[in-house]
């Protein structure tokens, strides 16, 4: 089956530790992109990728790391330096840019707790 | 941020019933597109309209778009209860064209 997977679906972490929060996709899309989202609110932007050994911040990109050396994979490091990590995490990918008309196909997400 | 607004933030309607879901958005946009989202799960998309289309329609669904206004409206017809999300319109902007921009959303709740 074609798709986008993310793990764990549920990560706890002591303050002050970083996690990585994995995304794959087997969709041969050249872009993906990384969102959070609070209790009732919508997604706002972390990061993304248009190609393989390249990515942009996002509008919240404080405190976290991206890298993307393969095509499929675009995982995510939460940092000790952000502040409140608790949130809803989703991954989403693209054939391409958003301008071109393209649609974004999510993951089932991965909800982060610090205890 | 420029996300857009949802109106109303929450709709609770009875099976059979239509369900209107309105978008404000601030940019020039080049597309919109709605998605939905179960509790808990990934979004999934719906539709999407560009910015010189009027008016979609996609089974039980019609979104209508109106740049001069900024706005675009989601209706489902005869709603059921396993329509029961979060709906979230996402836009495009002419001038970054590299990602989308994401609504508040809305909570509907359609009683069986």
């Known amino acids: 089956d074609g798709g986008i997977t993310q793990s764990p679906k549920y990560l706890f972490r002591k303050e002050g530790q970083n996690v990585t929060l994995s995304c794959e996709q087997n969709l041969n899309h050249d872009a993906m992109y990384w969102y959070r989202q609070d209790p009732g609110q919508g997604l706002r932007l972390i990061y993304y990728s248009q190609i393989v050994n390249d990515f942009q911040k996002g509008d919240i990109a404080e405190g976290y790391s991206v890298s993307r050396e393969k095509k499929e994979s675009f995982p995510l490091t939460v940092t000790s330096a952000q502040k409140n990590p608790t949130a809803f995490y989703l991954c989403a990918s693209s054939i391409g840019l958003a301008g071109d008309y393209n649609e974004q196909f999510f993951g089932p997400g991965t909800r982060l707790t610090v205890l | 941020s420029q996300q857009g607004e949802e109106d109303p933030q929450a709709l609770s309607i009875q099976e059979g019933e239509n369900a209107t879901m309105n978008c404000s958005y601030k940019?020039?946009?080049?597309?919109l597109q709605w998605y939905r989202q179960n509790s808990g799960r990934g979004l999934v998309h719906l539709i999407l309209i560009r910015s010189n289309e009027r008016e979609k329609h996609s089974g039980r669904l019609r979104v209508t778009l109106d740049t001069s206004k900024k706005s675009s409206s989601l209706l489902i017809t005869a709603s059921r209860a396993a329509d029961t999300a979060s709906y979230f319109c996402?836009?495009?902007?002419?001038?970054?064209?590299?990602?989308?921009?994401f609504g508040t959303g809305t909570r509907l709740q359609v009683f069986p």
């Open positions: 940019t020039s946009i080049n597309n």
């Open positions: 996402a836009t495009a902007d002419s001038y970054n064209t590299d990602k989308l921009i």
